[in-house]
C-alpha cells in the first residue's frame, strides 16, 4: 500500500507543477482541508487526473496543516487569478462564509466536499450524509464490540467542521437509543492525528473501562487504533476489549484491519474518486450554467484514475453521494487505497 501511495503523491506533485492543459476552457481550483494525510493525497490525485480526462485547468492547493484562514485567503487569490469554479473543504463552515458569498458573486460556481461551508455554495458532493454516517458509525462500533452495553469515548474531530459535528450528532443521537452504552467523555483534536492520539491515550488512562471509540475524523480511527494497541501491549487493558469505529482509507488502518483485534471494520469511500466526482460535478455546473442534475438519478461519469467504475447519485438538489464502502477484516486485501 506505501508503494500505491508513492506513486499517487508522485503522480499529484507533476501534475500540480505542471497543469493539466494549457488550452483548457474552465479553471478550477480545489482547496481541501489540508495537504496531510493519505485521505487528502488521494483526494488530490482525482481532481487532478479529471483535470487530465477532460481538458480542465485544475490546480490542488492547501494549507499544510488545517487552517481555515489560509484557505480563505487561497480561494481569494484564485478569483483574483480567473478561476470560475471552487472547490472547497471548508475547515470551518462558517468561518468561509462570506469567501464563498464572495465567489458566487463574482460568477464562480462553488462545490463542497468532505464538509459543508455556510452560505450559498452551489452544491456539496460527499460520500455519505454525515448525520447517516454517524449513526452507522455508531451502530459499528456496537457490531465490534458484540454487545450493547459499556462505556464509551466519542472524538468529535475539528470544531466548526460541518461533517465532523454532524457525526458527531448522529453518534449519539443513536447511541442513546442503547441503554447500556454511555458516552463518558467527548474531545477533539483540531483535525490533528497526533493530538487524536493524545486524546485517546488520556481517556484510556484516566477513564475505566472504556469499550470503544466512536471517531467522526479521519485522523482520530487510526489515532484511536494506536492507542488501544499500546494500551494492550503495555498490559493496560485486555485484547478484544476495546474497538475503534469510524471512516477513514483502508490503509491507513490496514495492521489494525487486519488483525481485527481493536478494529474490525472500516466506513470508507474511494478518496480518490470522492475527489474525481467533485471535481466533474464542478465541472458540469460550469459548462451547463449551473443547471443542476436531475434529482434522484445515477450519473455514470466514467472511470476513475484506476479504472474503477464511477458513479454519482443526485440525493437533492445540493447534494451528490459517491458509494460507500465497509471495509471489513474479511475484505480489507481488496482494497488498494
Known amino acids: 500500500m506505501k508503494k500505491f501511495l508513492s506513486v499517487f503523491v508522485a503522480l499529484l506533485l507533476v501534475m500540480t507543477m505542471f497543469g493539466t492543459c494549457a488550452l483548457a476552457q474552465n479553471k478550477i481550483f480545489a482547496c481541501p482541508k489540508s495537504l496531510t494525510g493519505d485521505y487528502w493525497t488521494f483526494n488530490g490525485v482525482g481532481v487532478m487526473q479529471f483535470g487530465e480526462d477532460f481538458g480542465v485547468d485544475v490546480s490542488y492547493n492547501g494549507p499544510t496543516e488545517s487552517n481555515v484562514q489560509a484557505q480563505i485567503n487561497m480561494v481569494y487569490d484564485a478569483i483574483e487569478n480567473g478561476a470560475n469554479g471552487i472547490l472547497l473543504a471548508p475547515n470551518d463552515m462558517a468561518a468561509v462564509e462570506q469567501v464563498v458569498t464572495d465567489a458566487i458573486d463574482a460568477g464562480l460556481y462553488v462545490v463542497t466536499w468532505d464538509a459543508d461551508a455556510a452560505g450559498p455554495r452551489t452544491m456539496m458532493v460527499n460520500f455519505a450524509e454525515d448525520y447517516e454516517l454517524g449513526c452507522q458509525i455508531a451502530e459499528s462500533l456496537i457490531r465490534q464490540m458484540g454487545k450493547e452495553e459499556g462505556n464509551v469515548a466519542l472524538l468529535v474531530g475539528q ?104 478494529c474490525k471494520e472500516d466506513l470508507s469511500s474511494h478518496p480518490y474518486q470522492l475527489g474525481y466526482a467533485a471535481a466533474w460535478m464542478l465541472n458540469y455546473l460550469i459548462e451547463n450554467g449551473g443547471q443542476i442534475p436531475e434529482v434522484g438519478t445515477v450519473l455514470d461519469i466514467g472511470d476513475d484514475v484506476f479504472g474503477s467504475p464511477l458513479s454519482l447519485t443526485m440525493v437533492s438538489e445540493e447534494l451528490a453521494l459517491t458509494p460507500l464502502i465497509v471495509v471489513t477484516t474479511e475484505n480489507v486485501d481488496q482494497f488498494d487505497f
Open 159 to 262: 470544531a466548526g467542521a460541518s461533517n465532523h459535528m454532524t457525526r458527531a450528532q448522529g453518534i449519539r443521537d443513536t447511541l442513546a437509543k442503547y441503554p447500556g452504552i454511555e458516552i463518558v467523555v467527548e474531545m477533539d483534536c483540531d483535525d490533528s492525528q497526533d493530538i487524536a492520539l493524545s486524546n485517546a491515550q488520556t481517556i484510556l488512562a484516566t477513564y475505566e473501562d472504556i469499550a470503544g471509540f466512536v471517531t467522526c475524523s479521519g485522523a482520530e480511527l487510526p489515532a484511536a487504533c494506536q492507542a488501544i494497541q499500546q494500551a494492550i501491549d503495555q498490559g493496560l487493558i485486555e485484547a478484544g476489549t476495546c474497538y475503534a469505529a469510524g471512516s477513514n482509507t483502508p490503509g491507513s488502518i490496514y495492521e489494525y484491519l487486519k488483525e481485527g483485534v481493536v
